[in-house]
């Protein structure tokens, strides 16, 4: 359901990291102004540069926003082994946590651009991924708060 809920906001607008991290702040009831804004740059591969996947770093956003630290006092080790399993789940998953190597399109030239919405990337590959991580991630955080 939560990740039915990304995949709206996906289609709707909203890019892969944005789209995640709302659901999942909605189904968690957390509350930040920065949702989405915060989690723009890490769309479409970090902002073109065929990076890591956005659907996982909104996840990752996500996580750190629920279990970061808020001073250099506070301990790491929670955030850390969250996003330590949502990754290896995520690798696991799709072969790769790489925006490029999942899509084989370069978003940062207009041909990658045209392939993407040419043979329906998004629709067939990232959709899929981004409802999957978001439930995963909600479930993964349920289990741990």
Avoid: W
């Avoid at 809920?5 to 789209?19: M, P, Q, R």
């Avoid at 902002?47 to 970061?68: F, W, Y």
């Amino acid at each position: 359901m939560n990740g039915e809920k990304a995949c709206h906001y996906f289609t709707n607008g909203y890019l892969c990291a944005e789209s995640v991290l709302l659901a999942i702040a909605e189904a968690t009831d957390m509350e930040n102004p920065c949702i989405p804004a915060v989690a723009t740059a890490f769309c479409s591969g970090t902002s073109r540069t065929k990076g890591v996947c956005g659907a996982l770093q909104g996840a990752i956003l996500a996580i750190s926003l629920t279990h970061g630290r808020n001073s250099p006092e506070q301990n790491i080790a929670d955030c850390y082994s969250l996003v330590q399993k949502l990754t290896d789940h995520f690798n696991e998953r799709n072969e790769s946590i790489n925006c490029f190597d999942i899509t084989t399109c370069d978003l940062s030239t207009t041909q990658g651009q045209k392939y993407f919405q040419e043979n329906r990337v998004k629709q067939n590959k990232c959709l899929p991924i981004v409802e999957e991580i978001t439930d995963f991630t909600i479930n993964l955080l349920h289990n741990k708060a």
